[in-house]
């Protein structure tokens, strides 16, 4: 068998609690990943049982004094707490969830005065627009949008789906970094985000509460790319300037230092549970999940602001053999909401569904034909992960998961 495209391991184990694998990849430098996600870390375990796991037993169920986190996290605020109204923190979010659920502990439990600040998706879904919209107007809270130039970022999307199967790359560094760039633009300190990245499985944030520099910032010397492309070449062959890419790009991490700005994970200090989360945004900003299940999962309320979403969990699906239904419920099992049981019936049942809902809306975002989408998709396939089963190539039905969770 020839090395896999992205260096997984070739030997697929699952969770013996959850039904994620090794296969699962952790968060990285976004800004030093390379063409392939060869050099990203992958899930580790121990006697069976997957870090992320053991992080969330170990987080709710025995070793953390909550009461003490919060003291420790109002310690920290009374530094940067305002007292004249102006903004002294900000929450990057979408109105979805847990950016709704976030900025609210911080303003009533905290006393904080969060600025949220939002990197518009691709193409905003019925649900999607109506959440964000109802974030400032019923949540009380102010919010900057950046929507980014519509033929910039197609295109971006269009060559990080060819050159990476990995569509929804630009917008995840606008995500990321559009945060920094607004706290240095109104000199706001603190950042916030939710989950430490711990809980995903990363075993180097264990115990951090403060997200490290090296995941959402560069250094001076630090090359960039994006969407498979060095800056120079997205100029010349693109006609994308640096300009065009100002709010996607990671700030310089010593200029960050100097003006004392910072992200701090809220999910180190608040139990940051789904299904708390979504109830809790339901009452104060009118939250409303889909009327319908989302199609590759068995929610109605994760991830659904953007027509593209599907399409990035599919192609992972595609590069690592685990889709948006193993993603949530992975969580779902770690916070005791279903057995593992359960989580490996809907994994059955819902991981391989094609997201046929938006599938013509992406393939005329990207500029693909159709027979051209399932021709790239099966460029990426690793061989230890798939098997080919005949012709049909329409929704992928000529395809198999060799491994799966049992």
Known sequence: MKQPLFKSPTNVIFCKKCVQSNQKVLSSSLISDDTAHSNRTRMGFKDGICDGCLQVERKYNQDIDWKEREIKLNKILKKYRSRNGSFDCIVPGSGGKDSVFQAEILKKK?????????????????????????????????????????????????????????????FIFGQRHFSSHMALIHKIPLIFMGESQSEAGSSDEIDEIMMKYEYWAKSEDQKVLISGCELDELEKKYNITKNDL???????????????????YLGEFEKFEPQENYYLATKVSKFEANSERTQQTFSKYNSIDDKIDGFHYYTAYVKFGYGRCTEEATKEIRHKYITRAEGVNLVHKFDHEFPKKYFDDFIEYIDCKEEEFYDILDKFRPEHLWEKTGNDYKFCNNWKLKHKVQ
């Open 110 to 170: 905290y006393k904080m005065n969060p600025l949220t600040v939002t990197f518009s998706p691709h193409i905003y879904t019925e649900a999607g627009m109506k959440n964000f919209h109802n974030w400032p107007l019923w949540g009380g809270v102010h919010n900057f949008l950046y929507t980014p130039n519509g033929t910039v970022h197609r295109k971006l999307t269009e060559l990080a789906f060819k050159k990476l199967l990995h569509p929804f790359q630009p």
């Open 246 to 264: 100002k709010f996607y790009l990671p700030n310089n991490i010593d200029l960050l230092k100097k003006n004392d700005i910072r992200v701090l």
